[in-house]
């Protein structure tokens, strides 16, 4: 199956707060749930916020709150909000797509090729 969806990677708007963005070649069965993780030197990569393609979202204590999730399916784009940085966000992000929408790097097949957020004290 030719994967229907393809990643820019992201980019990063506004230093203060950070808008990422991952543009994408549309939902299908497989990808109706898309999601942001982030992978901190020293630490496992830790799934953020989730969406599915009704608008539903999830998102981990760790940024409930300071980070939202959002999509323009007319567009065929997902977005990461950030706000409220702090020193331990610095870490490479990544946007993944699955059809399932837990917070579990297994739930997600397609992934992005990262964008590296840095946030000083």
């Known amino acids: 199956q030719v994967p229907l969806v393809d990643f820019a990677g992201g980019s990063a708007q506004s230093a203060g707060s950070p808008r990422l963005s991952c543009p994408h070649s549309?939902?299908?069965?497989?990808?109706?749930?898309m999601a942001w993780f982030r992978h901190a030197p020293g630490k496992g990569r830790e799934g953020l916020a989730s969406?599915?393609?009704?608008?539903?979202?999830r998102y981990a204590d760790s940024v409930k709150g300071r980070f939202t999730i959002s999509q323009d399916n007319t567009k065929n784009a997902m977005y990461l909000q950030m706000n409220s940085l702090k020193p331990e966000d610095t870490a490479m992000y990544y946007c993944?797509?699955?059809?399932?929408?837990?917070?579990?790097?297994?739930?997600?097949?397609?992934w992005g090729r990262g964008t590296q957020v840095t946030v000083s004290s």
């Open positions: 993944a797509a699955g059809r399932f929408c837990r917070l579990l790097i297994n739930d997600y097949n397609f």
């Open positions: 549309g939902h299908t069965v497989n990808t109706a749930c």
């Open positions: 969406i599915h393609i009704s608008g539903g979202t």
